[in-house]
């Protein structure tokens, strides 16, 4: 979420953290995988429109491709988010 500024990628708008999402762009019931090149940040709406459709199935248009964070931004994610649960880790790619 910070890395797409929290900003919904489909509708483009900017909105609080507790009406955001992740969404995987390929979804992982079709093959896709929890990785920085296939999550985005989706607001609720968008996420529940596109479900576990391939984005040329709907009208959903992505603000930006996504991509795997600079060294720097990493490096600054995970001194943020160091103190998280553990169990989020994963999902924030910090060790």
């Given amino acids: 979420m910070v890395g797409d500024l929290y900003t919904c990628q489909y509708c483009y708008k900017e909105l609080p953290t507790l009406q955001l999402t992740l969404d995987h762009v390929v979804p992982i019931s079709r093959g896709g995988e929890t990785t ?3 999550v985005v940040t989706a607001c609720k709406k968008c996420n529940n429109k596109k479900g576990n459709k391939m984005l040329y ?3 959903l ?3 930006r491709q996504p991509k795997t964070p600079s ?3 990493y490096l ?7 103190g998280c649960h553990p169990s989020w880790r ?4 910090i060790n």
């Avoid at 600054?76 to 160091?82: C, D, S």
């Avoid at 994963?90 to 790619?93: A, E, F, I």
């Fill in 76 to 82: 600054q994610l995970n001194r943020h988010f160091r």
């Fill in 57 to 59: 199935e709907t009208r």
């Fill in 36 to 38: 920085w090149e296939n």
């Fill in 90 to 93: 994963k999902y924030l790619y």
């Fill in 61 to 63: 248009k992505l603000a």
């Fill in 71 to 73: 060294i720097l931004t």
